[in-house]
């Protein structure tokens, strides 16, 4: 299949005809779980206790932005990303669902024309989607040999992870999808819905957030020293966000209704703020944004299609 047919069977959008843009590489951190929108990036401190969670927020480098206390480094980078606090789906709030959504935007199972988006854009450049530092779910990539095959490179944790996507987007590397978690089970990850086998909202404080902060953090300003940042679209999303009141059991559960997705780099306009939710989280308030919305944009960063379908970052 040629390229120009193979993305337009696979985005059923416009190419960008030529036009230059400023995304030459992306990285996806797929932020296993679904971390809760009201517990990072879109809080509340004014509802109820047992909307507003346990988390304060504070400032950040830019004036009007704040997010969780959970995120002290990531504070100090906040002129470098933009968060779109209006991300929804309506379909079931199952983590398959979510995951196959954000990294395809359709429902695909098996479907070869809407594959993994990093296989798409590897397909288009000319290059290879890496894995790291494992795969969830196939789809629709081929891990064959071939410049749309996906490699999947084993590189220990998250943070380590983040540095060799550095490198390899260095070195030539297209895209690459980093994988916070390899499960939600039995495991210390977003999915807090307060109880074992998973997460409790203290994990967020504890090791969560912290881990997320240190890598993002790092990973941004690593970018930024090699002169990376630019052209290098980071893409950080879970596959929801959480209920926006806390369970019987103290942790949250799964609410695909609405979150939120953090854009950084690769021409996207930092220090801003894309859409709102309403006073309690639950929905979109303005500018609402789906996940095929999210893949759209991360295609029109890249110069692979038209923006018609993107969102304005």
């Known amino acids: 299949m040629l390229r120009r047919d193979f993305l337009q069977t696979s985005l059923a959008l416009p190419l960008l005809g030529g036009k230059r843009a400023n995304g030459k590489s992306c990285i996806l951190l797929m932020l296993t779980g679904g971390p809760s929108h009201l517990d990072t990036w879109d809080m509340k401190p004014h509802a109820p206790r047992e909307i507003r969670g346990p988390f304060r927020p504070i400032k950040t480098n830019v004036p009007g932005i704040e997010i969780s206390e959970i995120f002290p480094r990531m504070a100090r980078h906040a002129d470098k990303f933009t968060l779109i606090r209006s991300v929804h789906h309506e379909a079931a709030a199952v983590h398959e669902t979510g995951l196959q959504l954000i990294q395809t935007g359709h429902l695909s199972i098996g479907d070869p024309e809407h594959p993994h988006i990093g296989c798409v854009a590897a397909q288009a450049l000319g290059s290879r989607h890496v894995m790291l530092p494992f795969a969830i779910g196939n789809m629709g990539c081929n891990f064959s040999s071939g410049p749309s095959a996906a490699s999947i490179i084993n590189t220990g944790n998250f943070a380590q992870s983040c540095r060799a996507a550095v490198k390899l987007v260095q070195s030539g590397t297209r895209f690459a999808t980093v994988n916070m978690f390899d499960t939600i089970f039995d495991r210390t990850t977003w999915d807090a819905h307060g ?12 090791t969560v957030g912290p881990a997320f902060d240190n890598a993002y953090s790092s990973l941004l300003e690593d970018l930024s020293a090699r002169g990376l940042l630019s052209t290098t679209l980071v893409v950080a999303a879970g596959e929801f966000g959480r209920s926006p009141k806390i369970n019987p059991t103290g942790g949250r559960d799964h609410w695909p209704q609405c979150w939120t997705v953090v854009m950084a780099g690769g021409g996207v306009r930092g220090g801003e703020v894309y859409g709102s939710s309403d006073a309690t989280g639950s929905e979109p308030r303005d500018n609402p944004v789906s996940p095929e919305m999210i893949v759209a944009t991360v295609y029109a960063k890249l110069g692979l299609i038209a ?7």
Do not use: C, Q, V
Not at 195 to 206: E, G, V
Not at 307 to 313: T, V
């Open 195 to 206: 109880s074992k086998p998973f997460s409790t909202l203290s994990d967020y404080r504890h």
């Open 307 to 313: 923006g018609s379908n993107a969102i304005p970052i």
